[in-house]
T-cell receptor, first 114, second 110 residues
């Protein structure tokens, strides 16, 4: 089996800071995703990538950058943290991407902005 | 509007009771998935691309694509079943990504 590792697990930032979240997977999956989970709002897709160096915008891409440096890693940058922002950012991967493929998730990075 | 609607928003049961969770879609779909999220934990895929009825232990997923609905049945619930259950759909058009519902929070009391 494989694993998805997200770092850090907890991230506390200041308003206006640029914050970077990292995700590594050893499934050798092609597609990786970044989701944001807010209380009462479910998961919303920020960015996804179908292969190395590919980047596709999701529904919530404004305010974020992402980078697929290599097949196994996908990083997400909050370009300017918003005051009192609190959310969980979840990284996921799948073999190809689509309903016939099972998604595997990391444990998430919990973000708090002071 | 919300493309994926889950009900109920939360459900509290006694251990041993059966749980029934619903997911309704307002748009055409290719397929859908059910996920489980333990408090503070990652999501685990329970059923993916289910059509008709599928079983996994005490879990049963019943999906009727034409009627745009799916249900998740948990029989003889246990306290360890507590958590959030999310359904997600893959739309028939657009890129290969999932749209998630807000989830049902299930609490099983001993």
């Amino acid at each position: 089996g494989g694993i998805i590792t997200q770092t850090p697990k907890f991230l506390i930032g200041q308003e206006g800071q640029k914050l970077t979240l990292k995700c590594q997977q050893n499934f050798n999956h092609d597609t990786m995703y970044w989701y944001r989970q807010d209380s009462g709002k479910g998961l919303r897709l920020i960015y996804y990538s179908i292969t190395e160096n590919d980047l596709q915008k999701g529904d919530l891409s404004e305010g974020y950058d992402a980078s697929r440096e290599k097949k196994s890693s996908f990083s997400l940058t909050v370009t300017s943290a918003q005051k009192n922002e609190m959310a969980v950012f979840l990284c996921a991967s799948s073999i190809i991407g689509g309903a016939n493929e099972r998604l595997f998730f990391g444990h998430g990075t919990k973000l708090s902005v002071l | 509007g919300q493309q994926v609607q889950q009900s109920p928003a939360s459900l509290v049961l006694q251990e041993g009771e059966n749980a029934e969770l619903q997911c309704n879609f307002s748009t055409s779909l290719n397929s859908m998935q059910w996920f489980y999220q333990r408090p503070g934990g990652s999501l685990v895929s329970l059923f993916y691309n289910p059509s008709g009825t599928k079983h996994s232990g005490r879990l049963t997923s019943t999906t009727v694509i034409k009627e745009r609905r799916s249900s998740l049945h948990i029989s003889s619930s246990q306290t360890t079943d507590s958590g959030t259950y999310l359904c997600a759909l893959e739309r028939t058009e657009g890129a290969d990504r999932l749209t998630f519902g807000k989830g049902t929070q299930l609490i099983i009391q001993p």
